[in-house]
């Protein structure tokens, strides 16, 4: 029963009605009323709405001296059809179209590194030297469980690296199915744990995607469907971790998935000064900063970083390990002024 589609064009046709042309106006209203009336009667007929206007009809045309033929009110315009560029036709699975759809802006992005000793930098912009051995969570929210594995760097070392990383992208039902993708030391896959490289057979499966940029050292994960980008790369014995992930991705979580690298940094129990390292000697500190200087030559964290790892392991590989995580900064990093970071 269309009756209350009658109704609200009856009432929109008479709302704004003035002036000497008022009366043979409200009367085209009435016969356009009682026209959309006939045209539902069939399946109307049991409807208390539908014979109460009809009965309104009659009495409103009886006190206004409308005749029963006549001209009536010119049709309503229709509303647009819906456009299909909007968010309707948008692919779901691209979350930056979205978002833009949605708030007339582009989303705003965070960036998190851990690489080397580990060295943290979160979210925040506050960077840490960290202990941490054995498994820690870089981040656990509702789209991402990231877990780095921490060995010492040398036998009876206070010093560890990441030897391991467990990356799960979690499901989602429109565009990927739950994947998985495992790194450690001497294996760095160009693949998920399945084999696939790809979000699955959903509609929006190719909206995660992976490729080896460098066979053996550094993979990139893209996934669109969160506004997220992953590096890991491998220099020398220790894997790094870097993230571009949407801000609103990254603050997706509850108090219960309150530890977290990228979040809060490493527990205070669990800090290292970067002075420690430098004290065993000075020849070797000094070598240490002339071969980090190379490839680093802002005297930044990363460059801090670089002379901590390399008088710690005595391994000169560490200097690829913070230039890396540094190209992965320059790269992913919503605001260029906060490159480096000076402690």
């Avoid at 039902?173 to 998920?192: R, S, T």
Wanted: with cysteine; net charge neutral.
């Amino acid at each position: 029963c269309k009756i209350l589609r009658c109704n609200s064009e009856y009432v929109a046709a008479t709302l704004n009605l003035r002036g000497s042309g008022r009366t043979a106006a409200y009367c085209n209203a009435l016969r356009s009323y009682s026209h959309c009336t006939r045209k539902t009667a069939r399946t109307c007929r049991g409807d208390l709405a539908f014979h109460s206007a009809v009965h309104g009809i009659e009495d409103l045309m009886i006190q206004n001296n409308c005749s029963k033929e006549g001209p009536t009110s010119p049709p309503r315009p229709r509303p647009p059809a819906p456009n299909h560029q909007g968010f309707e036709s948008l692919d779901i699975c691209d979350y930056e179209k979205s978002f833009l759809y949605k708030h007339g802006q582009p989303p705003s992005y965070q960036h998190c590194a851990a690489f080397g000793d580990p060295h943290i930098r979160t979210f925040h912009d506050d960077f840490h030297t960290c202990r941490v051995e054995g498994s820690w969570p870089l981040l656990d929210n509702d789209y991402l469980f990231v877990q780095a594995t921490s060995a010492p760097v040398a036998k009876g070392s206070n010093a560890t690296v990441t030897s391991k990383l467990t990356i799960i992208f979690k499901n989602m039902k429109e565009c990927i199915d739950q994947k998985v993708y495992q790194a450690e030391i001497g294996n760095l896959p160009a693949a998920f744990e399945d084999g696939s490289v790809n979000g699955g057979e959903r509609p929006g499966g190719s909206s995660l995607a992976i490729r080896e940029l460098s066979p053996g050292r550094h993979v990139e994960i893209r996934a669109q469907y969160i506004g997220t980008t992953i590096a890991v790369r491998q220099a020398g014995r220790q894997l790094s971790f870097s993230i571009r992930a949407a801000e609103e991705v990254a603050h997706a979580f509850t108090e219960e998935q309150d530890l977290q690298l990228c979040v809060g940094g490493c527990p205070r129990s669990q800090r290292i000064s970067r002075s420690e390292c430098c004290s065993r000697g000075r020849g070797a500190a000094e070598a240490a900063r002339t071969l980090c200087k190379e490839m680093l030559p802002v005297e930044d964290v990363y460059f801090q970083s670089c002379v901590f790892d390399v008088v710690t392991s005595g391994d000169a590989n560490f200097t690829m390990a913070a230039h890396g995580a540094l190209e992965d900064a320059r790269v992913f990093l919503p605001d260029a002024e906060k490159l480096h970071i000076f402690q």
